[in-house]
T-cell receptor, first 113, second 115 residues
Framework: GENVEQHPSTLSVQEGDSAVIKCTYS??????FPWYKQELGKRPQLIID?????GEKKDQRIAVTLNKTAKHFSLHITETQPEDSAVYFC????????????FGKGTKLSVKP | EAGVAQSPRYKIIEKRQSVAFWCNPI?????LYWYQQILGQGPKLLIQ????????DSQLPKDRFSAERLKGVDSTLKIQPAKLEDSAVYLC???FGRGGSQPQHFGDGTRLSIL
């Protein structure tokens, strides 16, 4: 089955710097890769997703890149702000009704003012 | 639109007791998921419903966990009897369509503590 590895487990940056979180997946059939942000005690919130037919997607300060050949995808946050502090999860799934999301273990991002 | 609703938010029980969680998905969402999130880990799928039918329950510990979605809307997840290792946050999510590439929207979860 699918396995998703996420690095780093913790990341600390200064406000205004960029942050990059990387994930690798094992199943070459995976074709959907969402990213979730989870603040302490709150629900995971979908912040961006990408499908395997595109290599990059951007939404304001957030971007995701996908390398299907290497089976890895990354989240890039530019001009970080203290409110970006949270745990970020990547996930992967395949098409089809049983293509369930397999999550990474999460990255705790701390943005220092 | 209203989000995924879950209750209760917190529950504390002793081991070997039973507990039930309730979820109301986003209106019109046919697919409903229950996840278990242990502290420091990502959510792990327990069961997926498509309308009122089970699509995947391969990760559900069926000797103690059960779930139903009788009318294709609300769902309940039950644990009986609970074990210490069941301490976790139980998240419900829903998506509009079926298939792994449909965006899933999560509720706030129920934090379960087993004493």
């Amino acid at each position: 089955g699918e396995n998703v590895e996420q690095h780093p487990s913790t990341l600390s940056v200064q406000e205004g710097d960029s942050a990059v979180i990387k994930c690798t997946y094992s199943d070459s059939a995976s074709n959907y890769f969402p990213w979730y942000k989870q603040e302490l005690g709150k629900r995971p919130q979908l912040i961006i997703d990408i499908r395997s037919n595109v290599g990059e997607k951007k939404d304001q300060r957030i971007a995701v890149t996908l390398n299907k050949t290497a089976k890895h995808f990354s989240l890039h946050i530019t001009e970080t702000q203290p409110e970006d502090s949270a745990v970020y999860f990547c996930a992967a799934s395949t098409e089809g009704s049983q293509g369930n999301l397999i999550f990474g273990k999460g990255t705790k991002l701390s943005v220092k003012p | 639109e209203a989000g995924v609703a879950q209750s209760p938010r917190y529950k504390i029980i002793e081991k070997r007791q039973s507990v039930a969680f309730w979820c109301n998905p986003i209106s019109g969402h046919a697919t409903l998921y229950w996840y278990q999130q242990i502290l420091g880990q990502g959510p792990k799928l327990l069961i997926q419903f498509q309308n009122n039918g089970v699509v995947d329950d391969s990760q559900l510990p069926k000797d103690r966990f059960s779930a139903e979605r009788l009318k294709g809307v609300d769902s309940t997840l039950k644990i009986q009897p609970a074990k210490l290792e069941d301490s976790a946050v139980y998240l419900c999510a829903s998506s509009f369509g079926r298939g792994g590439s449909q965006p899933q929207h999560f509720g706030d979860g129920t934090r379960l503590s087993i004493l």
